[in-house]
C-alpha cells in the first residue's frame, strides 16, 4: 500500500537519536547517551502496596472511564505539590496528562498552525523540537548562557518575530545543557512574553530534582495574568513508566484543552492515577526524592571529576545542581564524528546536534549521569577520553 500520510508525518524515515540509543542497548556499551532514570531507586514495593490498596478499596471505580481532566484527588494533590513549589493555582486549572510529553505535544496541537513561529532555547529537548516541527512550527533558537535563556535575546527574537505563537523554555536542568536559569531571569522572561502577549510554556521535568544550591519558583509563581503554562511530571520523582504528568494554565486555556486531551485518550489511565493518589497519601514523596538527589548528586559529582582529570583542558562542561545531564563542548572536535570513535569503542552519548532548533555548535554533546554505576562511569569516561585523543590527534 502507498500510504498517503499527512503533512504532520515526518518525511525523513532514518531517526538519527534512535538509532544512537539503539547502537547504546548493547550490553557491551556504557551509554552515557539515554536519559533514564536509575530503576534502582523505583519505589517498587511501595508501588505494588498502593496498588494493592487501590485494588481493595477502589476496584470497579478505577476500572472504569473517567473525567477528562484527570482523578480530582490527584489534582488537588498536584496543587497541593505547586503551591510547596510557589505557584498558587487550583483544581480546575490542573489537567493530569500521559506523561508531560502529552502535554508538550497538546500545547503544540493547540497553538501551532504551519509556518508559526516558535522560540526556543538554544539547544533545547529533541522531542519537543520533533513535536513543534510535526505541526509545521518553524522554530527559531534564543541564544542562553550558563543562566539559561538570555532574556536580551529573547526580547530582540520578540521584536523580530511579533507574531511568535508561543516562547518554550526548560528552566531547571535544563534538557540537554543542564543548565538553571537564575531567578532574575525568569521574572524577566515572564514579563518580556507577558508585555509581548506571547504564551510561555515552562517544562519542568527535573526542578525536584535539585542535589545542589537552592529551589527557584517555577515562571508561573512570576505570571500574573496567564501567560504562563507550566508543564510538570512525575516520571523523574517517581518512575517515567507510568506515564504521568501534568499541565497548569489559566481556565480560558483549560477550556479547550480538555477538548483536544478528550480527542486525544480520554483521559490519562484511570489505575495508574489512583495508584499514584495513594503513594502521594501513604509516602514521604520529599523523603523519597531525597534518595534520588543523594544518588544523583554522587553521579554527577563523580563524573564531573572524571571529566577534569581525563578530558584535555581545553574542555568545557556545565556544573548541573540537579537533573540528569552535563553538558559538554570539546573544541576542536566533531561530536558526531567523536560518536563513531566512541561507538567503536564501546561508550555512547548523544552528539549536539540532535538538540540545535538552529546553527549546530560542532564538539558539543550530552551525558546522561544517572542511569550509570560508578564504575561504569569511571570506565566511561576514561573510554571517552581515549577517543577524544584519537579525533584530536
Ligand atoms: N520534557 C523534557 C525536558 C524531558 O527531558 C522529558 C523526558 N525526558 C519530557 C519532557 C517527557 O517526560 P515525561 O513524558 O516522561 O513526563
Redesign the pocket.
Known sequence: MKFRYSESVPKRTDNPTAAILKAAADPQVISFGG?LPAPELFPVAEMKAACDRVFDHNGQQVLQYAETLGYPKLRRQIVDMMQKRGVQTDVPNVAVVT????A?DLVGRMLINPGDIVLTEDPT?L??IDVFKTYGAHLVGVEMDEAGMRPEALAQALERYPETKFIYT?PNFQ?PTGRTMTADRRAQIVKLAAQAQVPLVE?D?YGAIRYAGTNLPPLKHYDQDGTVISIS?F?KILA?GL?M?WLVAEQSFMEKFVQLKQNADLHTDNLTQYIVADFLDNVDLDQHIKKITDVYRHRAELMLSQIDQYFPASVRHSQPEGGMFIWVEVPGTDADELLKVCLKNNVAFVPGSAFFAGKVQPGTFRLNFSNMDDEQIRTGIQRMAKAIQTVLA
Open positions: 536519559g506523561g508531560s510529553q502529552q508538550i529537548y522531542a519537543a526548560i534538557n517544562d521535568p511530571s516520571s517515567p506515564r504528568g
